[in-house]
């Protein structure tokens, strides 16, 4: 069983940063990658990020990449997720998830496939 806690949302200015995390216990990450989604009011969860088991692979939607970074430490069983350039349609509550990774190197699967769950932080940017 591996629990997942985010943290590092808040309110920021258009154009501010955040940095997220995605803190991991009960089992070490080093086999799962890692996925950040994000569900704002109204609208349905979407894939924002994913990095591999290894970090080697990272992959984003279109309409973050070349804004935000994702991440992983494995030593500290954390997972990152950077933040700039923000913009008000970045408001939503972001939720890590994770997935044991049994082929490396294959892209990120639909968010039924990832097994655990954080609870999510919200981000929110101001105009």
């Known amino acids: 069983q591996v629990q997942l806690a985010e943290s590092g949302g808040g309110l920021v200015q258009a154009g501010g940063s955040l940095r997220l995390s995605c803190a991991a216990s009960?089992?070490?990450?080093?086999?799962?990658?890692v996925g950040w989604f994000r569900q704002a009011p109204g609208k349905e969860r979407e894939f924002v990020a994913a990095?591999?088991?290894?970090?080697?692979?990272?992959y984003y939607t279109d309409s973050v990449k070349g804004r935000f970074t994702i991440s992983r430490d494995n030593a500290k069983n954390t997972v990152y997720l950077q933040m700039n350039s923000l913009k008000p349609e970045d408001t939503a509550v972001y939720y890590c998830?994770?997935?044991?990774?049994?082929?490396?190197?294959?892209?990120?699967?639909?968010?039924?496939?990832?097994?655990?769950w954080g609870q999510g932080t919200q981000v929110t940017v101001s105009s």
């Open positions: 990095i591999s088991a290894s970090g080697g692979d990272t």
């Open positions: 998830a994770s997935y044991f990774e049994v082929v490396p190197g294959h892209p990120p699967p639909p968010a039924h496939e990832y097994r655990y």
């Open positions: 009960g089992r070490t990450l080093r086999s799962y990658a």
